[in-house]
């Protein structure tokens, strides 16, 4: 059953813009009688997506069916885990991951995606913190010159 969920070099991977589209007239084409699966397709297409307006639209619809279609739960964790990490939400990419790994784990798919999430993370707080250790040096050069200026 892990072995069906995608990698994260698919996850990066993005459908062109015709192959969304085909998504997208299917999802409206069904209109109050969309499927779970065509819901599903989309909601990828979207997360999938380099626009971050297109991921935030696929991780709601994943988060409607996650809500409303209990037999597509686990299935929903991984890809919602995707969905917040590509938007730069890893504390809620941690959580549905974490969740997943509850159920599954031995999930070599979940374990690369947590070691992804601490990687960005990391990285993350370093620049944060060479932000804030260069803003403090400018600080710290400015107000020793004013000093000197008195």
Not at 41 to 55: D, T, V
Not at 77 to 101: I, Q, T
Not at 128 to 144: D, K, N, Q, R, S
């Amino acid at each position: 059953m892990t072995d069906n969920l995608p990698s994260m070099t698919d996850a990066d991977s993005c459908l062109s813009d015709s192959q969304l589209e085909v998504l997208r007239k299917q999802y409206i084409r069904e209109g109050e009688y969309v499927t779970e699966q065509t819901r599903f397709n989309y909601a990828w297409g979207l997360i999938k997506s380099k626009n971050r307006r297109e991921q935030t639209q696929g991780v709601l619809l994943l988060t409607d069916i996650y809500r409303e279609v209990p037999d597509r739960r686990r299935e929903c964790l991984f890809y919602l885990a995707l969905g917040h990490f590509k938007l730069g939400n890893y504390n809620d990419a941690r959580k549905f991951n974490e969740s997943l790994l509850e159920f599954e784990p031995n999930n070599h798919q979940a374990h690369a995606l947590r070691q992804e999430i601490e990687d960005r993370v990391a990285k993350e707080g370093y620049i944060g913190m060479a932000i804030v250790g260069t803003v403090a040096a400018v600080g710290t050069i400015i107000l020793t010159s004013l000093l000197k200026r008195k």
